[in-house]
């Protein structure tokens, strides 16, 4: 299955934001015994490369990085083997060093000049970010005058607004802290939750 199917059917993009390479790959070791099947390694995490590297090695799991600001990280990224490239902000080069390197390119967009950037640089799902803070009323508004696209919020995303984003028309949602929270020992319980919540 391709990478932009998986993310579209799982509709649940887990990320991952630690302060060291341990801390990492422990919450994504529980991720993956969560049996999630989409994970992405932010590049601000020490040793992200390393932690993706190691996640490779698991079949059926579809492993991406985050936080890529650059066309020198998006060669990174693709060297080792990730098939997805999250960034926080709207950056053409990078959209099209992706695209170029036939990765899924998901940028982050807030507003409607970002979302043209996006969309004429051939992003494939735009990243609604930040998310909690703009809201699911911002995503429906946005999707009006540009109807075509496929959305991921991300950033602070609540188990109650689960349905409120779904609703405003997201195709997956991306969950860091929210899954992240209390550590490894919590992944699985949080994992649940949120399954619950999209299902």
Not at 78 to 87: C, L, N, Q
Not at 121 to 130: E, M, N, R, T, V
Not at 176 to 197: L, M
Request: hydrophobic letters at 45%; glycine letters at 10%.
């Amino acid at each position: 299955m391709k990478a932009l199917d998986t993310l579209l059917q799982e509709k649940m993009m887990t990320l991952v934001r630690a302060n060291s390479q341990s801390e990492g790959q422990a919450l994504a070791d529980a991720l993956v015994e969560a049996g999630v099947k989409v994970i992405e390694i932010t590049l601000t995490t020490p040793g992200a490369l390393k932690i993706i590297a190691n996640l490779l090695k698991h079949k059926g799991l579809l492993v991406g990085a985050g936080t890529v600001r650059t066309i020198k990280d998006v060669k990174k990224v693709e060297d080792i083997g990730a098939k997805f490239v999250v960034s926080p902000d709207t950056n053409e080069d990078v959209i099209t060093a992706t695209k170029k390197l036939k990765l899924v390119s998901m940028p982050g967009v807030c507003t409607p000049t970002d979302v043209a950037i996006a969309e004429e640089s051939g992003a494939d799902i735009l990243k609604l970010f930040p998310a909690a803070i703009l809201g699911p009323g911002h995503l429906k508004m946005l999707r009006e005058p540009f109807p075509n696209n496929r959305w991921c919020p991300t950033a602070g995303i609540t188990l109650e607004s689960v349905p409120k984003w779904f609703e405003a028309g997201a195709d997956l949602i991306g969950l860091g802290g929210p899954i992240t929270k209390g550590g490894a020992a919590k992944v699985n319980e949080n994992v649940i939750a949120f399954r619950n919540a999209i299902n």
